[in-house]
T-cell receptor, first 116, second 114 residues
Framework: AQKVTQAQTEISVVEKEDVTLDCVYE???????LFWYKQPPSGELVFLIR??????QNEISGRYSWNFQKSTSSFNFTITASQVVDSAVYFC?????????????FGKGITLSVRP | DSGVTQTPKHLITATGQRVTLRCSPR?????VYWYQQSLDQGLQFLIQ???????AKGNILERFSAQQFPDLHSELNLSSLELGDSALYFC?????????????FGSGTRLTVV
């Protein structure tokens, strides 16, 4: 069985602060994908990143960066110099890399509020 | 526009009724997934189809059913609706396993049961 835990439920920061969203996962699969999705107030789910379990290199995309640590089963997401437009619910998700079942297992999500 | 089209965007119906939610996947994607998002349960996987065949089933109630048609669009049928079925229903599509571009989600159908 797969499980994704996002222990933080709500985070509030002031604009320009850095913020890290935590994600811890459990899986018996030896190969898997990890994802982050953003859900703004408008409701759609926006794909942010996918990493596979082979690749533990950290990734940076503009103000966003991701830290994948297989040893601690964590895939944390940092927003640098946060902006009001970053206010959204952020979901971490997991899927197997092999096998017939490729469904995503989501965490409960973290509500991020960025105040001006 | 993500390329995944869900209709209708909003649906209000009474308890006991039956509704059909429709999803057209992104061009070229063979897999379609249905998810339910409610306040208390979060995002729950319901069912997956791949090229017309059911591939995986999650916490889908017996009152719910789905299918994927030869043109790859999918429909989720919800019957004998209860107040607790009120939720946002998402459809997602992918190439097999989301290898190429991940999973693309539609904008969702917000179902309100009154």
């Amino acid at each position: 069985a797969q499980k994704v835990t996002q222990a933080q439920t709500e985070i509030s920061v002031v604009e320009k602060e850095d913020v890290t969203l935590d994600c811890v996962y459990e899986t018996r699969d030896t190969t898997y994908y990890l994802f982050w999705y953003k859900q703004p107030p408008s409701g759609e789910l926006v794909f942010l990143i996918r990493r596979n379990s082979f690749d533990e290199q950290n990734e940076i995309s503009g103000r966003y960066s991701w830290n994948f640590q297989k040893s601690t089963s964590s895939f944390n997401f940092t927003i640098t110099a946060s902006q009001v437009v970053d206010s959204a619910v952020y979901f971490c998700a997991l899927s197997p890399l092999t096998g017939a079942n490729s469904k995503l297992t989501f965490g409960k999500g973290i509500t991020l509020s960025v105040r001006p | 526009d993500s390329g995944v089209t869900q209709t209708p965007k909003h649906l209000i119906t009474a308890t006991g009724q039956r509704v059909t939610l429709r999803c057209s996947p992104r061009s070229g994607d063979l897999s379609v997934y249905w998810y339910q998002q409610s306040l208390d349960q979060g995002l729950q996987f319901l069912i997956q189809y791949y090229n017309g065949e059911e591939r995986a089933k999650g916490n889908i109630l017996e009152r719910f059913s789905a299918q994927q048609f030869p043109d790859l669009h999918s429909e989720l049928n919800l019957s004998s609706l209860e107040l607790g079925d009120s939720a946002l229903y998402f459809c997602a599509s992918s190439d097999d396993r989301g290898l190429k571009d991940g999973y693309t989600f539609g904008s969702g159908t917000r179902l309100t049961v009154v």
